[in-house]
Each structure stands twice: as structure tokens, then as C-alpha cells.
């Protein structure tokens, strides 16, 4: 089992920057594929962005690319989603996930989900 621990959500007015870190359980963290999600009121839950173990990274939707970075610290067994430029339509609860599977960089299927944290961006 794998848990996974939200921190750095909260109010920002737009334009400003929030840094959403991840603490994960697991001796094999380094070889998780770690991504971010996350669900608006009335929307489905969505794909914001994934590293793979390697550090390759993905982002979508494009609404946030050039503005969203993801990446990881193995050592301290960390992901951060670095957020800037934020908008009114960020606003959303967003929740960190991790596959065990290093090959899959979809995260598709068989992820792990944190508890969530919100974060509100004000007009």
C-alpha cells in the first residue's frame, strides 16, 4: 500500500503562486510514476500533470501549461506541483496520485490518492 500526503493548498488572489507538495510512503518511491489531479465544482476529476521515475514529465490540460511544473525530490520521497499565474478557473480541490507501476505514465489504472487539498484563487 502506498499513502500520500497533500500539504500547500489555500487562498490566493489570481496571479499569485501556491507550491502543492506530496509526501508518499514506500521504499520504491523512486520508481513510482507521481502525478496531480484535480476536480472542480460540478467537473470531473482531471489530469494536471505526471513525472515518471526518471523525470519525465507531463502536463495537461493546456490551460496550465507554461504555467504548472511538476517534479519530485526521491530523497525525501516529495512531489511538488509548482503553480504560477493562477487563475480563477484553478480553483479546485487537487489530489496527488502515484502508480506503483514504473512503466505506466498514463496513470490510467491502479492509482494510489491522497485526501486532497483545496485550493481557491480569487478574482
Known amino acids: 500500500q502506498v499513502q500520500l500526503v497533500e500539504s500547500g493548498g489555500g487562498l490566493v488572489q489570481a496571479g499569485g503562486s501556491l507550491r502543492l507538495s506530496c509526501a508518499a510512503s514506500?521504499?520504491?518511491?523512486?520508481?513510482?510514476?507521481m502525478g496531480w489531479f484535480r476536480q472542480a465544482p460540478g467537473k470531473e476529476r482531471e489530469f494536471v500533470a505526471l513525472?515518471?521515475?526518471?523525470?519525465?514529465?507531463?502536463i495537461d490540460p493546456d490551460s496550465v501549461k507554461g504555467r504548472f511544473t511538476i517534479s519530485r525530490d526521491n530523497a525525501k520521497n516529495t512531489v511538488y506541483l509548482q503553480m504560477n499565474s493562477l487563475k480563477p478557473a484553478d480553483t479546485a480541490v487537487y489530489y496527488c496520485?502515484?502508480?506503483?507501476?514504473?512503466?505506466?505514465?498514463?496513470?490510467?489504472?491502479?492509482?494510489?490518492w491522497g485526501q486532497g487539498t483545496q485550493v481557491t484563487v480569487s478574482p
Open positions: 513525472i515518471s521515475w526518471n523525470g519525465d514529465t507531463t
Open positions: 514506500g521504499r520504491t518511491f523512486s520508481r513510482y510514476t
Open positions: 496520485a502515484a502508480n506503483t507501476n514504473p512503466y505506466n505514465t498514463q496513470m490510467d489504472r491502479g492509482n494510489y
